[in-house]
């Protein structure tokens, strides 16, 4: 099984700041990973796969990057619709979420 | 646009058998492009895949839930489903189903989710 950590868990930040999540696979998984946030008491919604292809009308203030094991989300500048919980998620062998990050304001 | 709406029992006893239905509409379940996934989260815990199914019936699951979890496809209603067979209180959760498209894995349609509670 692969097994996906990130990291940092929670962070606190503040409109304006550049947020950035890790995510780390417990083997290679070439770039098959994909970014994921869910507002609270919501579905989660795709924003980046393949590690860097944005998906389809989300901002470019999201961005991903990374292969292999070691994998970085990033939103250059964070916005109040931004306050979420964000996943990662391989797919090199079956599918794996990491444990989330959750993003709140300073 | 593509919708996705899950529907089912939201009390199930322990034990007992779990059964969810998504129903699909704005596109058809028979696309070669896509499979058809469940991924579950507990409440206030991260998400967890359970298995997904491609139109043509060929299921695949989660080894540490494969056991117990049966996914299956209605192509003539547009539809597919979920059991979980023996359930406890561990498998109270937010169900939600969702397209998968095939060569990239990514889960980029969801349902609203529906809670499932297992209690007596």
């Known amino acids: 099984d692969i097994q996906m950590t990130q990291s940092p868990s929670s962070l606190s930040a503040s409109v304006g700041d550049r947020v950035t999540i890790t995510c780390q696979a417990s083997?290679?998984?070439?770039?098959?990973l994909n970014w994921y946030q869910q507002k609270p008491g919501k579905a989660p919604r795709l924003l980046i796969y393949?590690?860097?292809n944005l998906e389809t009308g989300v901002p470019s203030r999201f961005s991903g990057s990374g292969s292999g094991t070691d994998f970085t989300f990033t939103i250059s500048s964070l916005q109040p619709e931004d306050i979420a919980t964000y996943y990662c998620q391989q797919y090199d062998s079956l599918f794996t979420f990491g444990p989330g990050t959750k993003v709140d304001f300073k | 646009q593509l919708q996705l709406q899950e529907s089912g029992p939201g009390l199930v006893k322990p034990s007992e058998t779990l059964s969810l239905t998504c129903t699909v509409s704005g596109g058809s379940i028979s696309s070669t492009s896509y499979s058809w996934g469940w991924i579950r989260q507990p409440p206030g815990k991260g998400l967890e895949w359970i298995g997904s199914?491609?139109?043509?019936?060929?299921?695949y699951y989660n080894p540490s839930l494969k056991s117990r979890v049966t996914i299956s496809v209605d192509t003539s209603k547009n539809q597919f489903s979920l059991r979980v067979g023996s359930v406890t209180a561990a498998d109270t959760a937010v169900y939600y189903c969702?397209?998968?498209?095939?060569?990239?894995?990514?889960?980029?349609?969801w349902g609203q989710g529906t809670l499932v509670t297992v209690s007596s």
């Open positions: 083997q290679g998984i070439a770039n098959y």
């Open positions: 393949d590690a860097s």
């Open positions: 199914i491609f139109y043509s019936g060929s299921p």
């Open positions: 969702a397209r998968q498209d095939i060569v990239g894995g990514r889960f980029d349609y």
